[in-house]
């Protein structure tokens, strides 16, 4: 038998007699005025938009600060320091993400429809691409400064940066109702290192190290996905330490 | 779909369910009753899951105290149609294929070829993926046609 | 609607919290009633779905209590909250209402309407971190109705309340559980009294007693006490 005809007979067997009460129902519905009782809902994107607006202007503030400042210094012919300078920008994103644990609201926003998780989610999501996007600006701003190739200044720029994220999300994954000292603590460490660094390794900036860089760049990514992964997943109560 | 469409697809799946047309619409009534008190979406397709879902376990809960679900072979209310005795041997036929198939397998078939429900809330109410909502159905259409032909064979 | 728990156990550091709890909840106020470290607040996480229970399970009419539909319908007052540094109390509730996801037109209302029930319409635009202990609690309750939530539980609520305002608690909650699920825990009993329909009572996260508050009688202390005293 083919198909349109089985669908017919479907149809026919399942057909139900008219309801009769409903009319009747929805007129009393209309009369108590249930239909547009309760609260609408907002859509994921509305959700992201008030977040943004509920960001620290402090975050901003300090980005655009650190960034015009990389800009000035790099201008400023300082050699291979203002790279060390990027992981700075990474403390905005650690400690606004953790905000809801630093003021106890964690429990509050997990119970919400739009759980804690989504909460953080956009926190770090929207400082991130701000920052990383006006990280990129700035590189390529600067690029004509240095006699390396973009590519490179991209890389000299992104790994500081990327690790600085990395062990704070780790750090903040382990340490969740810490006031975020320890994130920046971790930043500034970062930042250190990275301007020791040349001093160890004479060569770290030159052309032949460069594919080294590229694939620290790499395993940084990788890491960093799978550390916020699992930033994300262990939400469970002996983590908060409430 | 406006909410009084909802309400006939819904009281649809409820008298496919269990068959009585008061009770069918009692549980309509109180599944949207369910419904309206809690948050409205405005998205069309998880209105859609919701009601269902309401109206799933208002049947379960229904058929908590029965042992068993209503048989689909006992369907009295065949309807004529131009070449009346085929297609009585047709749907009689169709409706003993439909008795040997799983309440879900059933349950899948008359949402999506009855009701017309969207791949996407199906995969939402059987928490399964689409490609495998296709899948499925494929199978059941498979295993009716196979049933039917099955009694055909045996001049049933 | 029903909240049902079936054989739900958590264990952590190893203490086990909850021990194999089943119960019904149903339209109403229930008591849950415990001395503290009896395990309360662990039981009310794993009802809000910010703890996975080990072993058993939680839904409310088919649906799981990790799910966003279960969120949306229900209230929740944990035990200590915070609030973000600037906020006012109008703005804390703004903001909560944007993270339960409701809109601003409705927000505003809601807020409004939540501010005079719980008596802060004095003190909304003040800063939070003015308010007494009283005060925030009644900013905590406000936040629990915004979403009109069908399931309200709530982790000692009474807490840092004066009389007045424990009276003005009772009676809100009356009001409330005629038509929705409401869960109380305390360890002071005189405060489901009034206000209780059923009772359960926990002891090392076991529940050791459940049924309607009429059973306890009279004097609701004493019978807690006995209840406490039986068990092993």
Same mark, same amino acid.
């Given at each position: 038998m083919d198909h349109d005809r089985l669908m017919k007979d479907l149809r026919e067997i399942c057909r139900a007699p008219e309801p009769e009460r409903k009319e009747i129902f929805f007129q009393g519905l209309a009369e108590r005025g249930v239909t547009s009782g309760r609260p609408t809902?907002?859509?994921?994107?509305?959700?992201?938009?008030?977040?943004?607006? +509920?960001?620290?202007?402090?975050?901003?503030?300090?980005?655009?600060?650190?960034?015009?400042?990389?800009?000035?210094?790099?201008?400023?012919?300082?050699?291979?320091?203002?790279?060390?300078?990027?992981?700075?920008?990474?403390?905005?994103?650690?400690?606004?993400?953790?905000?809801?644990?630093?003021?106890?609201?964690?429990?509050?926003? +997990?119970?919400?429809?739009?759980?804690?998780?989504?909460?953080?989610?956009?926190?770090?999501?929207?400082?991130g691409a701000v920052e990383t996007a006006g990280l990129l600006v700035v590189i390529w701003a600067v690029q004509p400064r240095f006699s390396y190739s973009f590519g490179r200044v991209f890389l000299y720029m992104m790994v500081p940066y990327l690790s600085a994220s990395l062990f704070g999300s780790v750090y903040e994954r382990k340490h969740r109702t810490d006031n975020g000292w320890g994130s920046i603590v971790i930043c500034l460490l970062s930042s250190a290192f990275f301007a020791a660094a040349p001093y160890c390794m004479s060569s770290l900036y030159e052309e032949q190290f460069a594919v080294v860089w590229l694939a620290v760049f790499v395993l940084l990514i990788i890491s960093l996905g799978s550390s916020v992964r699992r930033w994300f997943l262990e939400m469970e109560e002996p983590a908060w330490s409430l | 779909m406006n909410l009084e469409e909802q309400y006939d697809r819904i009281y649809k799946y409820l008298y496919f369910r269990i068959h009585d047309r008061h009770t069918a619409e009692d549980l309509t009534q109180e599944t949207f009753l369910r419904f309206l008190g809690s948050r409205t979406y405005r998205d069309e397709n998880r209105q859609m899951q919701y009601l269902y879902t309401i109206a799933r376990n208002l049947c379960s809960q229904y058929y908590r105290d029965k042992t068993i679900e209503y048989r689909f072979d006992e369907t009295l209310d065949i309807t004529l149609s131009e070449d009346f005795e085929q297609s009585v041997v047709e749907r009689i036929s169709l409706m003993n294929a439909l008795q040997e198939l799983s309440q879900e397998e059933r349950e899948m078939l008359f949402l999506r070829y009855v009701n017309d429900v969207p791949i996407p809330v199906m995969s939402r109410l059987y928490h399964i993926s689409r490609f495998a909502v296709y899948r499925k159905l494929k199978k059941i259409l498979k295993k009716v046609m196979s049933e039917m032909e099955k009694e055909g064979d045996h001049g049933s | 609607m029903e909240l049902i728990a079936?054989?739900?156990?958590?264990?952590?550091?190893?203490?086990?919290?909850?021990?194999?709890? &089943?119960?019904?909840?149903?339209? /109403?106020?229930?008591?849950?009633?415990?001395?503290?470290? =009896?395990?309360?607040?662990?039981?009310?996480?794993?009802?809000?779905? *910010?703890?996975?229970?080990? &072993?058993?399970?939680?839904?409310?009419? #088919?649906?799981?209590?990790?799910?966003?539909?279960?969120?949306?319908?229900? #209230?929740?007052?944990?035990?200590?909250?915070?609030?973000?540094?600037?906020? &006012?109390?109008?703005?804390?509730?703004?903001?909560?209402?944007?993270?339960?996801? *409701?809109? #601003?037109?409705? =927000?505003?209302?809601?807020?409004?309407?939540?501010?005079?029930?719980?008596?802060? =319409?004095?003190?909304? #635009?003040?800063?939070?971190?003015?308010? &007494?202990?009283?005060?925030?609690?009644?900013?905590?309750?406000?936040?629990?109705?915004?979403?009109?939530?069908? *399931?309200? *539980?709530?982790?000692?609520?009474? =807490? /840092?309340?004066?009389?007045?305002?424990?009276i003005r608690f009772r009676e809100l909650i009356a009001d409330i559980g005629e038509k929705k699920i409401v869960l109380l825990s305390t360890h002071i009993v005189s405060d489901l009294e009034h206000i209780a329909d059923r009772l359960m009572i926990m002891k090392d996260g076991q529940l050791i007693w459940q049924g309607s508050r009429s059973a306890g009688g009279e004097d609701l202390e004493a019978f807690y006490i006995s209840k406490i005293g039986e068990k092993r």
């Open positions: 809902s907002i859509s994921h994107g509305e959700f992201i938009l008030r977040q943004f607006l +509920y960001i620290g202007k402090w975050v901003w503030l300090s980005s655009a600060v650190l960034l015009l400042f990389i800009t000035w210094i790099c201008y400023g012919n300082n050699g291979n320091y203002p790279f060390a300078l990027t992981p700075l920008l990474a403390a905005g994103i650690l400690v606004e993400t953790e905000r809801s644990f630093r003021w106890k609201m964690a429990e509050l926003e +997990y119970t919400a429809r739009f759980s804690l998780r989504s909460v953080m989610l956009a926190r770090m999501f929207l400082v | - | 079936d054989r739900i156990t958590k264990q952590y550091k190893n203490k086990i919290a909850v021990d194999r709890m &089943s119960f019904t909840l149903a339209k /109403g106020v229930t008591g849950l009633l415990g001395a503290n470290g =009896a395990g309360k607040t662990t039981l009310m996480r794993l009802l809000c779905g *910010i703890l996975v229970p080990d &072993s058993g399970t939680i839904s409310c009419d #088919g649906m799981s209590v990790g799910t966003e539909e279960y969120r949306d319908i229900l #209230g929740y007052l944990p035990q200590n909250f915070g609030y973000y540094p600037e906020f &006012s109390g109008k703005d804390f509730l703004l903001y909560m209402s944007a993270v339960k996801g *409701i809109t #601003g037109k409705d =927000a505003a209302r809601k807020t409004k309407e939540l501010i005079e029930l719980v008596g802060l =319409a004095e003190v909304a #635009g003040k800063k939070v971190r003015t308010y &007494s202990g009283g005060m925030r609690q009644r900013l905590g309750i406000a936040q629990a109705l915004l979403n009109d939530p069908q *399931i309200l *539980i709530m982790d000692e609520p009474t =807490a /840092g309340l004066d009389p007045q305002e424990r």
